[in-house]
């Protein structure tokens, strides 16, 4: 029998101890079998760096380590560079989601009685000063000024239970 043909049968028969070795460090049995995978071809393809008078379970096994610590450290790498999926969840067109936005507000706006939808037209909308809303809707300043803490109000409920109503 050959060199290589006696390493291979070494290394198989190796197989049942690089398993549990490889599960008993990754504690996943998917990872830990391509654990053992990757260790096995490393072996096979480094195989003439393998001194004959040393132990080949030991020679394996620190390939094994090795390749473990390899993929931690690569596992760290990605989790530095991508956020997790869930991170995500809220990632689109800034532009797209203004336009959510604006709609949701237009709606809520659409949903006030008519003297709040007014004042909020005229000074939150249009930005005109207190005095000169009161003035177009002819209503004393104070008048004005309750109708927009109520009409605020009203708004803040209204998008606060369209926001519960869609997550």
Do not use: C
Not at 16 to 31: E, M, S, Y
Not at 138 to 149: K, Q, W
């Amino acid at each position: 029998m050959t060199a290589n043909a006696t390493i291979n049968n070494d290394i198989a028969a190796l197989l049942p101890r690089l398993r549990r070795f490889a599960r008993t460090i990754v504690f996943n049995r998917d990872d830990a079998d391509d654990l053992v995978q990757i260790a096995v071809e490393r072996a096979l393809a480094r195989s003439a760096q393998w001194q004959p008078d040393t132990r080949l379970d030991s020679w394996i096994f620190r390939i094994m380590k090795n390749a473990w610590i390899d993929e931690v450290r690569a596992r760290i790498r990605r989790d530095k560079l991508f956020a997790p999926e869930d991170a995500g969840e809220h990632v689109g067109d800034q532009a797209a989601e203004a336009q959510q936005q604006r709609m949701a507000v237009e709606k809520a706006v659409g949903m006030l009685s008519e003297e709040h939808r007014m004042v909020v037209a005229l000074v939150l909308v249009d930005g005109m000063p207190y005095k000169e809303a009161s003035e177009v809707l002819e209503i004393p300043m104070g008048t004005l000024t309750s109708r927009l803490v109520r009409a605020r109000a009203a708004l803040q409920e209204i998008l606060s239970d369209q926001q519960r109503t869609a997550t």
